[in-house]
T-cell receptor, first 113, second 113 residues
Framework: GQQLNQSPQSMFIQEGEDVSMNCTSS?????WLWYKQEPGEGPVLLIA?????ELTSNGRLTAQFGITRKDSFLNISASIPSDVGIYFC?????????????FGTGTRLQVTL | SAVISQKPSRDICQRGTSLTIQCQVD?????MFWYRQQPGQSLTLIAT?????????ESGFVIDKFPISRPNLTFSTLTVSNMSPEDSSIYLC??????????FGPGTRLLVL
């Protein structure tokens, strides 16, 4: 089946630093989604990417849809304490729509003051 | 958007018992899903809850263990049957609207002793 591997697995950074994480797949995806999960909550969508090569921003977050359609990157600039959480990439399971999702392994982010 | 609530938010259960988790959405949605998130792991799709018909289960999940009901377009239940400690997880429901995105509930945290 489809697998999404994220790296790094975890990150410990200082407030104000920039963060970069990536997600790679063994197969092609037509849509890439980036979610954030905070403790005690369900995942919340941050950014959706629909086109190879697409670069999309949401505030301090920027994500790119890799040109090969097998990877995606998420960058967070000037990190703040509320950025703490687990970041997941996700893609649709063979359907081409964002309905049934395969989730990545996750990147756990810790921000210190 | 969609506001999703789940009951209970958490529970501690004895092995061999069953627990039914409820998912309520604030508006009608076509597609509802149930996911499992084992401790420190990513999300794995259990099944698609189909309104008026039997749920569609993913590989590795069966109806006898995870019976699902979907009596209408705003409500679904997932039962975890004959529980063992390996069933300790967060169980999340989600909804998808075509043209929008997938929204997740806050999750139900289950601990089986």
């Amino acid at each position: 089946g489809q697998q999404l591997n994220q790296s790094p697995q975890s990150m410990f950074i200082q407030e104000g630093e920039d963060v970069s994480m990536n997600c790679t797949s063994s197969s092609i995806f037509n849509t890439w989604l980036w979610y954030k999960q905070e403790p005690g909550e369900g995942p919340v969508l941050l950014i959706a990417l629909y086109k190879a090569g697409e670069l999309t921003s949401n505030g301090r977050l920027t994500a790119q849809f890799g040109i090969t359609r097998k990877d995606s990157f998420l960058n967070i600039s000037a990190s703040i304490p509320s950025d703490v959480g687990i970041y997941f990439c996700a893609g649709p399971q063979n359907t081409g729509t964002a309905s049934k999702l395969t989730f990545g392994t996750g990147t756990r982010l810790q921000v210190t003051l | 958007s969609a506001v999703i609530s789940q009951k209970p938010s958490r529970d501690i259960c004895q092995r061999g018992t069953s627990l039914t988790i409820q998912c309520q959405v604030d508006s009608q949605v076509t597609m509802m899903f149930w996911y499992r998130q084992q401790p420190g792991q990513s999300l794995t799709l259990i099944a698609t809850a189909n309104q008026g018909s039997e749920a569609t289960y993913e590989s590795g999940f069966v109806i006898d263990k995870f019976p699902i009901s979907r009596p209408n377009l705003t409500f679904s239940t997932l039962t975890v049957s004959n529980m063992s400690p390996e069933d300790s997880s967060i169980y999340l429901c989600s909804v998808y609207r075509p043209g929008e995105t997938q929204y997740f509930g806050p999750g139900t945290r289950l601990l089986v002793l």
